[in-house]
């Protein structure tokens, strides 16, 4: 298992579309992908699960994936949450 400490750095934070891009974006991936902040942990593929976070623009979370391609899977994540 990996995990990657990252800020969030889209312009609006995680609102509804910017959760079902990110679901899309960890969708791609065969590796099981959470996403923690504080102590709420959800998988990354739940668009429910996601919008219970409520994330804003400079919030730090733990990006964590486990599987075959768990290094690529935080490696997308995290580069979609940078903003990049």
Do not use: F, H, W
């Not at 990657?4 to 065969?30: H, T």
Request: proline residues 1%; charged residues 30%; glycine residues 10%.
């Amino acid at each position: 298992m990996k995990k990657e400490e990252v800020e969030i750095r889209l312009e609006n934070g995680l609102e509804a579309r910017p959760i079902a891009l990110l679901v899309q974006v960890a969708s791609q991936y065969e590796s099981s992908i959470y996403i923690q902040s504080g102590d709420k942990r959800v998988n990354a593929k739940s668009i429910m699960g996601m919008m219970t976070l409520v994330l804003s623009a400079g919030d730090k979370v733990i990006v964590s994936a486990e599987g075959a391609d768990e290094d690529k899977a935080i490696e997308g994540i995290a580069e979609y949450l940078g903003g990049k």
